[in-house]
Structures are given as structure tokens and as C-alpha cells.
């Protein structure tokens, strides 16, 4: 392999890594963690390791009722994951819930 050829490849590695890289960044650090809440789940928005929203019940229901499986604990977080990456309010309505609890 020729010196050029080593160069431009080297160079298009590089490339890849850096864009990769950038775009790894685009989520902004935001993650779902499921939590045990009373006896049931809740979850966490994590951004960067820190929590910025705690939701230990359901949210949009009147009271405080914990979810009943991790599944559904973790299927409400990342909708509300999905929001927050759309720079949307991280509110979930109640029409939202029943979707996830039916």
C-alpha cells in the first residue's frame, strides 16, 4: 500500500471517529433509569449521570400509584426521553398513560 493511499484512509478513520463522536453527543447525555418505588417502579432522567427528573408513580394520574412492572416504567421514560430530545415539554398527558397501561 502506497503512502498515499495509507494517508487518505487513515484520514477517513479519523473522520469516522469524529463523527461518531459528535453525533454520540446529540442525545444530549440523557438516559432512563427504572427505579423500585414503594411497591412497584418509577424511573429517572438521567443527563449526564445526574438525575434531572424523578418520577417515582404514574404520571397524570390523580394520587400516587407506582407502575406495576419495570416494562412500564421504562416505556413511560423514554417517552418522556423522546420529548425532551425533541425539545418538547416532558409532560406526559393522561390519553399517554392509558396508551402505555393498556
Same mark, same amino acid.
Not at 498515499?4 to 442525545?27: C, E, F, P, S
Not at 424511573?43 to 412492572?69: C, E, M, W
Given at each position: ?5 495509507? %494517508? ?11 463523527? /461518531? ?42 394520587? /400516587? %400509584? ?19 430530545? /425533541?425539545? /418538547? ?8 398513560? %392509558?396508551?402505555?397501561?393498556?
Amino acid at each position: 500500500m502506497t503512502n498515499k493511499k495509507l %494517508y487518505i484512509l487513515l484520514a477517513i478513520l479519523l473522520t469516522i471517529i469524529v463523527l /461518531q463522536t459528535t453525533l454520540g453527543r446529540r442525545n444530549h447525555g440523557l438516559c432512563v433509569s427504572v427505579i423500585e418505588s414503594g411497591e412497584g417502579w418509577g424511573y429517572d432522567i438521567l443527563k449526564n449521570n445526574r438525575t434531572i427528573i424523578h418520577q417515582p408513580y404514574v404520571p397524570a394520574v390523580s394520587g /400516587q %400509584y407506582p407502575f406495576k412492572s419495570k416494562k412500564l416504567a421504562r416505556k413511560t421514560g423514554r417517552i418522556v426521553l423522546n420529548k425532551l430530545r /425533541q425539545h /418538547q415539554s416532558p409532560g406526559v398527558t393522561v390519553q399517554e398513560v %392509558y396508551l402505555i397501561l393498556r
